[in-house]
């Protein structure tokens, strides 16, 4: 993609980015509306909706040959990676946006033929924004961020969900116990967007999930890329772009350590 026309995607990105938020940091001051979508744990308001109608509007006025892929379905029924794609998490965090009105982000991740041209993760509580750009870095607010560094298990603090440490049908759990029992510590923080902008931010060491959705790690897998992260599912095999993919995502050296217990 040629210089200016990424220039512009990125400026509207930004701007429209800090729009939403806006919205969402509003919001907290009328009644949400809250429903279910498969389950009781599995919330949607009506502000995760509306951010979702905020993007497609702004870009199907500003760059009406994209294609948006939005959890919430208002996009486009996108069956291949064709084209420029934005794939758009409105709200990753429901259940924080919810419960605490903390730690949830808008998360966009900006792709073209499947190859990723820029990540925004804002993290609308702290107001702080992990972006990358192809080739260009990864950046907290104006700080770069600098390359990760190997690691090892005893010294990492690894981004996991307590579900996957107890008896569940993705993943054998003792290995998981295991990879707890060695490091230095675990954190849950319940968005997985914020996880992953954690681990390519050094914040954590490591972040393993067992399904995510296209919109809950787009936006990651550019951010990581640009630091020297890896990310593979937790067999090791590289994520399908437009599926639902187990993730293991970590500093070099680390990402080995882990899976060896994981595929063990
Ligand atoms: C969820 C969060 C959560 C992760 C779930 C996601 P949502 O996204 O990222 O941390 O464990 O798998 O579905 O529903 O809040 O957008
Ligand atoms: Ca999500
Ligand atoms: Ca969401």
């Given at each position: 993609?040629?210089?200016?026309?990424?220039?512009?995607?990125?400026?509207?990105?930004?701007?429209?980015?800090?729009?939403?938020?806006?919205?969402?940091?509003?919001?907290?001051?009328?009644?949400?509306?809250?429903?279910?979508?498969?389950?009781?744990?599995?919330?949607?308001?009506?502000?995760?909706?509306?951010?979702?109608?905020?993007f497609i509007d702004k870009i199907q006025r500003t760059f009406p040959d994209h294609k948006v892929l939005g959890e919430e379905g208002y996009?486009?029924?996108?069956?291949?990676?064709?084209?420029?794609?934005?794939?758009?998490?409105?709200?990753?965090?429901?259940?924080?946006?919810?419960?605490?009105?903390?730690?949830?982000?808008?998360?966009?991740?900006?792709?073209?033929?499947?190859?990723?041209?820029?990540?925004?993760?804002?993290?609308?509580?702290?107001?702080?924004?992990?972006?990358?750009?192809?080739?260009?870095?990864?950046?907290?607010?104006?700080?770069?961020?600098?390359?990760?560094?190997?690691?090892?298990?005893?010294?990492?603090?690894?981004?996991?969900?307590?579900?996957?440490?107890?008896?569940?049908?993705?993943?054998?759990?003792?290995?998981?116990?295991?990879?707890?029992?060695?490091?230095?510590?675990?954190?849950?923080?319940?968005?997985a967007a914020i996880e992953l902008a954690y681990v390519a931010s050094g914040k954590l060491d490591a972040y393993m999930t067992m399904r995510?959705?296209?919109?809950?790690?787009?936006?990651?897998?550019?951010?990581?890329?640009?630091?020297?992260?890896?990310?593979?599912?937790?067999?090791?095999?590289?994520?399908?772009?437009?599926?639902?993919?187990?993730?293991?995502?970590?500093?070099?050296?680390?990402?080995?350590?882990?899976?060896?217990?994981?595929?063990?």
């Amino acid at each position: 993609m040629d210089k200016e026309k990424c220039r512009k995607i990125e400026e509207a990105a930004k701007t429209w980015t800090l729009e939403a938020a806006d919205l969402l940091q509003k919001s907290f001051e009328n009644t949400l509306t809250i429903t279910y979508k498969s389950h009781i744990a599995d919330l949607v308001t009506n502000m995760d909706k509306n951010i979702e109608k905020f993007f497609i509007d702004k870009i199907q006025r500003t760059f009406p040959d994209h294609k948006v892929l939005g959890e919430e379905g208002y996009g486009d029924d996108v069956q291949d990676k064709s084209g420029i794609i934005w794939i758009i998490d409105p709200i990753d965090g429901t259940t924080n946006f919810i419960h605490q009105q903390s730690n949830f982000a808008i998360s966009i991740g900006i792709y073209e033929n499947g190859l990723g041209i820029m990540g925004l993760i804002y993290d609308v509580g702290s107001k702080n924004l992990y972006f990358a750009k192809d080739g260009e870095g990864a950046f907290l607010n104006d700080f770069k961020l600098p390359r990760l560094d190997k690691t090892s298990l005893t010294e990492a603090v690894i981004g996991v969900n307590a579900t996957w440490v107890g008896p569940n049908k993705r993943i054998n759990h003792e290995n998981v116990q295991e990879v707890v029992r060695k490091s230095r510590g675990t954190r849950s923080y319940g968005s997985a967007a914020i996880e992953l902008a954690y681990v390519a931010s050094g914040k954590l060491d490591a972040y393993m999930t067992m399904r995510l959705s296209p919109w809950d790690f787009a936006a990651g897998l550019i951010l990581l890329n640009e630091v020297g992260g890896l990310v593979t599912n937790t067999e090791g095999q590289p994520i399908k772009l437009l599926e639902q993919n187990s993730i293991l995502a970590a500093k070099p050296g680390l990402h080995e350590e882990i899976l060896n217990h994981l595929t063990n």
